[in-house]
């Protein structure tokens, strides 16, 4: 079948102007673990926030959400880290497969997903993604992901650090920002630097590179109870850890529901702003 552009990204665009290009359909080998995701994303300014495919990660892909372990498949990409051994180049990776769109807009849509391991769904996905307008030079994207076992067994979530390796709790929603000259600041309302926020809760979190911040904030209860992956130093990286000390169980029809804002500034906001546009997304 041949896809027209359309059917295979979409742009969305934030009071008729495009901030973010999202991929439906990847063209990324079964080593990247294929998956739906954002990039490029700009600042109203134009400038981009995303990276795809780096040198450092290649299975990182732009904005998205990305789980190294789920029932022992790889949905992140790149090598699993195995107890004992450490990380290991392994057949193991699963695909996210687009489904359908239940709403397609210009600011939004809501999409199925399809979490299979070859042609068996492990995981059904329901992702809503909206972006919206907080002022001249500042938008919002808001972005949930449903995970639905729909399997007559519990599966469970797990990451490198419930699998052995401390301070490696990454899967789940997952930004990985461009790599520039110099690393980026990050900070909390209390907090700055990547070792005092890594693997701490904090209702937002930024992250402020040359020209334009990022403020993530978890928008539900069970979200900001999540722990923050960071990563500046070796590269720079932010997500919501699902599975930060222990494995997530999802039992037979059980589903579970994470939502993060993310602020997309130009510019370098303080504490009071980064707070304040934070408010003003989540409530939005």
């Known amino acids: 079948m041949n896809r027209t552009a359309t059917d295979t990204a979409l742009m969305l665009r934030c009071s008729g102007r495009p901030v973010g290009r999202y991929v439906i359909h990847p063209s990324a080998g079964p080593r990247l673990a294929p998956r739906p995701y954002l990039h490029p994303v700009r600042t109203f300014g134009g400038l981009p926030v995303t990276e795809y495919g780096p040198a450092d990660h290649p299975h990182h892909l732009g904005v998205g959400v990305a789980v190294p372990d789920a029932a022992g498949r790889n949905f992140w ?28 807009d210009p600011d939004g849509f809501v999409e199925e997903i399809g979490w299979l391991d070859g ?15 907080l002022t001249t030079s500042a938008w919002a994207l808001d972005f949930t992901f449903s995970l639905t076992n729909p399997a007559a067994a519990e599966i469970s979530i797990g990451s490198p650090a419930t699998n052995g390796r401390p301070g490696a709790a990454y899967g789940g929603f997952f930004w990985r920002a461009p790599k520039e000259a110099r690393a980026p600041e990050v900070f909390t309302a209390d907090a700055d630097g990547e070792a005092a926020v890594h693997g701490t809760t904090a209702d937002w979190l930024a992250l402020a590179g040359h020209g334009w911040t990022l ?3 978890g928008a ?15 590269y720079p990286g932010v997500g919501s850890s699902l599975a930060h000390a222990r494995r997530l169980p999802i039992g037979p029809g059980e589903t579970v529901v994470r939502r993060v804002v993310t602020v997309v500034s130009d510019g370098r906001p303080s504490r009071a702003e980064a707070a304040g546009l934070v408010r003003k997304a989540v409530t939005a």
């Not at 042609?119 to 307008?133: D, F, H, Q, S, Y």
């Open 220 to 234: 539900t209860p069970e979200t900001r109870r999540d722990p923050w992956f960071v990563r500046t130093a070796e």
């Open 119 to 133: 042609e068996c769904e492990l995981l059904r996905e329901r992702r809503t993604v909206a972006v919206t307008p």
């Open 215 to 217: 403020v993530f904030a």
């Open 77 to 104: 990409g790149g090598r699993t880290y195995v107890r004992d051994q450490g990380p290991t180049e392994l057949d193991n990776h699963g695909e996210q497969r687009h489904l359908e769109f239940k709403l397609r």
